[in-house]
């Protein structure tokens, strides 16, 4: 069956502007959650949606913004870009449901911000 | 405060065996994973444990010792397509939000 799929796979911005990023989910997965990826900071948690919401949010600031549509599709947007949110994002998703699960990656975006 | 400490680099010889060391302090406890991520490409799972015990799956095996916040991954007969990063993660509520350590470079030589 298909992975997860996520787009676009690589992008470049310039501050200021905002992005806006996708994910498809592994067909019948519930859970998508997003993770920023750098090479000092290893991947770090953004947030997790369950059937379109979200119930856990990492410690990014309010630019940091997603959403779950009704067939899981899932979406995250950066405003006001930063030199900093040059990043990996990854996308994962997961059949569980209250328990953790293993998680499945996108290959992810690749965000240069100029 | 939170934190996941793994050695940064390590390096082995083809048919080795290496032991990845993890220890954790979080805020919560659901289990603990072991993701593999070869450059440019996504992690993939390797185990799951969240029952203090060894956990062995073909040539890699996995350990957690809750009350020492330890963990190791091993891996054994090491094969050239074994060198990636290995990422140790603790499901710290068990909603899929996973903390992550900065992963541990392996290399391995001929």
């Known amino acids: 069956k298909a992975g997860v799929t996520q787009t676009p796979r690589y992008l470049i911005k310039t501050r200021g502007q905002q992005v806006t990023l996708s994910c498809s989910p592994i067909s019948g997965h519930r859970s998508v959650s997003w993770y920023q990826q750098t090479p000092g900071q290893g991947l770090q948690f953004l947030f997790e949606y369950f059937s379109e919401t979200q119930r856990n949010k990492g410690n990014f600031p309010g630019r940091f913004s997603g959403r779950q549509f009704s067939n899981s599709r899932s979406e995250m947007n950066v405003s006001t870009l930063e030199l900093g949110d040059s990043a990996l994002y990854l996308c994962?998703?997961?059949?569980?449901?209250?328990?953790?699960?293993?998680?499945?990656f996108g290959e992810g975006s690749r965000l240069t911000v100029l | 405060g939170q934190n996941i400490d793994q050695p940064t680099e390590m390096t082995a010889t083809e048919g080795a065996i290496v032991q990845i060391n993890c220890t954790y302090q979080?805020?919560?406890?659901?289990?603990l994973f072991w993701y593999q991520q070869h450059a440019g490409e996504a992690p993939t799972f390797l185990s799951y444990n969240v029952l203090d015990g060894l956990e062995e799956k073909g040539r890699f095996s996995s350990f957690l010792s809750r009350s020492k916040g330890y963990s190791y991954l091993l891996l054994k007969e090491l094969q050239m397509k074994d060198s990636a990063s290995y990422l140790c993660?603790?499901?710290?509520?068990?909603?899929?939000?996973?903390?992550f350590g900065t992963g541990t470079r392996l290399t391995v030589i001929p």
């Open positions: 994962a998703s997961s059949l569980a449901g209250d328990r953790g699960g293993e998680l499945f």
């Open positions: 979080t805020s919560g406890f659901n289990g």
């Open positions: 993660a603790v499901d710290q509520t068990g909603a899929n939000n996973l903390f």
